[in-house]
């Protein structure tokens, strides 16, 4: 078959681990009979510094015209300490979930056991978490109007909004996913404090005796972040709002001791965009250092969810195990030899 993806790499060390996912990807094309045709297109800090957006119509096209999205990661720290920015990369990536309608983001959480002496966490504790956290991504305070200042600058103020049918959307997919595996789904809220909170639990209660084999809990958001730290084992589906789900998704992957391996997937309307969760690491950039495990894992993600390719994905799966069990990897995951990034993407793609 014939794949259009598009690459959307970036800022930071964003185009050097794409690029080795793309390796990956080429080598899977090859032992599986598939063309995947790449285009490469602009986002973030790259993007303002060439055309002022850092979300160009051009990249909108060409994602809509693709049948998944491959993206690096966005940030450059010249924007960080300036409040007074008019463009910042982070808008790119809030446009382009919108305009692509990217309304749940996915990012499972796993243990990898060659790593979990990197946890913050007792062994205990860690070993064995399995869960997924169900982000919703176009709704509540990150999009809500009106949001702003007064006249004289002095008072702030956004607006956290839900409707009913965007908690639907987002829930009903808990649901599915939790249906696929443990078939627990635990819901999270301020729900003693917000009306939006409240609007999420009615419509879970509403919808879950469509879903009677699926065990549904609901959480305070405070409880829950404490009770990620506690027991992480416990948790299966966690769904939740954009803000949130913004924060215990940080929370949960830093847990396990492999944030430089944990992949994500933004779905919704129109084509999925599959990312790794670290940021652009900007103090890495160009020095051939990164870990391209998390991207290399997005692109699995990719060929699964994206392209419903799942032995493909599975192969991908199993040779970044290889990599790890056999200590091909990067100086971050290592007290002992250690691979360039580039290293590392040319021994996956000829391993497969
Ligand atoms: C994330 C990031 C973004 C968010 C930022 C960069 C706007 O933290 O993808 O989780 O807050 O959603
Ligand atoms: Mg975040």
Redesign the pocket.
């Known amino acids: 078959m014939e794949y259009k993806i598009a690459l959307l790499p970036g800022d930071g060390i964003g185009p050097e681990i794409v690029d080795q996912a793309v390796k990956v990807l080429r080598a899977i094309g090859k032992k599986f009979n598939h063309t995947f045709e790449f285009t490469e297109a602009a986002t973030g800090a790259a993007a303002i510094d060439r055309t002022g957006d850092p979300f160009p119509p051009e990249t909108l096209k060409v994602c809509m015209e693709s049948d998944a999205v491959l993206f690096g990661a966005i ?1 450059d720290p010249k924007y960080d300490n300036d409040p007074k920015a008019r463009v910042r990369p ?1 808008q790119g ?2 446009a382009m979930r919108k305009q692509l309608g990217l309304y749940a983001n996915i990012r499972p959480v796993n243990t990898f056991e060659s790593l979990i002496h990197k946890s913050p966490l007792r062994r205990d504790l860690v070993q064995g978490a399995d869960f997924v956290v169900v982000r919703e991504l176009t709704g509540g305070i990150y999009f809500g109007e009106p949001r702003g200042r007064s006249e004289d600058q002095n008072t702030a103020y956004d607006t956290s909004i839900y409707t009913r049918k965007e908690v639907e959307r987002i829930v009903k997919l808990g649901f599915e996913y939790a249906g696929k595996r443990r078939k627990k789904l635990t819901v999270v809220d301020k729900a003693n404090v917000l009306a939006t909170s409240r609007l999420w639990r009615e419509t879970v209660q509403e919808m879950s005796p469509g879903f009677p084999d699926i065990e549904v809990d609901f959480m305070f958001v405070d409880n829950a972040a404490m009770q990620i730290i506690q027991w992480p084992g416990k948790f299966d589906v966690m769904v939740t709002e954009n803000m949130f789900g ?1 924060i215990l ?2 929370e949960a992957s830093v847990i396990t001791g492999s944030l430089g391996l944990l992949p994500s997937a933004s779905v919704g309307l129109h084509t999925s965009v599959f990312e790794p969760i670290h940021g652009s690491y900007p103090q890495a950039a160009g020095r051939d250092i990164a870990n391209p495990l998390a991207t290399v894992l997005s692109a699995a993600m990719l060929l699964e969810i994206g392209l419903n390719l799942v032995p493909e994905a599975e192969a991908v799966r199993e040779v970044v195990n290889l990599s790890l069990s056999e200590g091909v990897v990067t100086e971050d995951i290592t007290e002992g030899k250690s691979y360039k990034t580039s290293e590392v993407g040319d021994w996956l793609a000829a391993r497969l």
């Open positions: 940030g982070e990536l809030l913004d998704s940080d």
